[in-house]
Nanobody, 128 residues
Framework: QIQPVESGGGLVQAGDSLRLSCTAS????????VGWFRQAPGKEREFVAS????????YYADSVKGRFTISRDNAKNTVYLQMNSLKPEDTAVYYC?????????????????????WGQGTQVTVSS
């Protein structure tokens, strides 16, 4: 069973950038669609961005469009989330996830329920 592992979180100031990475143990992440989600204190876990295994299709939440970029390097078995122009409201624990079905299509790629394998999360804190 694949186990995603996130890294790259930290404490930054508003306007700064961070790049999160997602790798995996127990399988090849390159075979899966991957989604990034986040959860702020007292709020539900929400979709941030996702991409198919080929990276041909990419999806973004409206709140991060134009600021965040999702990408993957299948040779390195890694998916990235480049976060620019960070805002205090981006503060959350960020999770990467993969679906048991390997792939996703359309709205499924943005639906938390489509993802079965979740990492432990990495904290991103943006100060004003």
């Amino acid at each position: 069973q694949i186990q995603p592992v996130e890294s790259g979180g930290g404490l930054v100031q508003a306007g700064d950038s961070l790049r999160l990475s997602c790798t995996a143990s127990g399988g090849r992440l390159s075979s899966y669609a991957v989604g990034w989600f986040r959860q702020a204190p007292g709020k539900e876990r929400e979709f941030v961005a996702s991409l198919t295994w080929s990276a041909y299709y990419k999806y973004y939440a409206d709140s991060v469009k134009g600021r965040f970029t999702i990408s993957r390097d299948n040779a390195k078995n890694t998916v990235y989330l480049q976060m620019n122009s960070l805002k205090p409201e981006d503060t959350a624990v960020y999770y990467c996830a993969a679906p048991r079905a390997f792939g996703c299509s359309g709205n499924d790629c943005t639906d938390r329920a489509s993802y079965d394998y979740w990492g432990q999360g990495t904290q991103v804190t943006v100060s004003s």
